[in-house]
């Protein structure tokens, strides 16, 4: 089925080292975000792009940092991971950042930074 | 956006209605009321919105009270599948926040 895909879906890193969370949805939505959920809480938007090569910060950006080249694409980099960003990274997309009708959510990645 | 308030948990027997509150008491005028659930260990899935007349879809039913200070979330047959949190969130349509603020939402269970 079409929709959000993230890659990789669990990844393990060192205090310090860096990745990049990759998202690419199919819908030609134009809206895209990325949230992260800790354990027993709710999902907590890092960034947020409204429109392609636009990006906004959300309510927790520090640590991180977002390209959106490509209407499709979405990416979440970590320059230094640190254990604190151990958590569940899920992207989304929207037709529209103004509503919060019909957001279409991946199926998240798994981090543990050690 | 206004805060809402919704039960931590609830029980539900299979092939029954469930019906999630949600408590929005501060909401204005132009503020919609959304629906997402969380399958464990799934990204939150959309289920329904309305503004204040009552709204229904495949998936559930949404019915918000004269006043838009509550509303409820009914889902008329509920199956082992429908296991979630379920988040209520008010949202104003407009402006370029970008944000959907999830809580913590009502953690459902759907009983045999």
């Known amino acids: 089925n079409a929709g959000v895909t993230q890659t990789p879906k669990f990844q393990v890193l060192k205090t310090g080292q860096s990745m990049t969370l990759q998202c690419a949805q199919d819908?030609?939505?134009?809206?895209m975000y990325w949230y992260r959920q800790d354990p027993g809480m709710g999902l907590r938007l890092i960034y947020y792009s409204a429109s392609e090569g636009t990006t906004d910060k959300g309510e927790v950006p520090d640590g991180y940092n977002v390209s959106r080249l490509k209407k499709q694409n979405f990416l979440l980099g970590l320059e230094s991971a640190a254990p604190s960003q151990t958590s569940v990274y899920f992207c989304?997309?929207?037709?529209?950042?103004?509503?919060?009708?019909?957001?279409?959510f991946g199926s998240g990645t798994r981090l543990t930074v050690v | 956006d206004a805060k809402t308030t919704q039960p931590t948990s609830m029980d539900c027997a299979e092939g029954r209605a469930a019906n999630l509150p949600c408590n929005h008491s501060?909401?204005?005028?132009?503020?919609?009321v959304y629906w997402y659930r969380q399958i464990h260990s799934q990204g939150p899935q959309y289920i329904i919105h309305g503004l204040k007349n009552n709204e229904t879809n495949e998936m559930a039913s949404l019915i918000i009270t004269e006043d838009r200070k509550s509303s409820t979330l009914i889902l008329p047959h509920a199956t082992l599948r429908d296991t979630a949190v379920y988040y209520c969130i008010v949202r104003v349509y407009g402006g370029s926040q970008g944000n959907l603020i999830f809580g913590k939402g009502t953690k459902l269970s759907v009983k045999p």
């Open positions: 501060t909401i204005s005028g132009n503020e919609y």
């Open positions: 819908m030609n939505h134009n809206s």
């Open positions: 989304a997309s929207s037709e529209t950042v103004l509503s919060g009708y019909g957001y279409t």
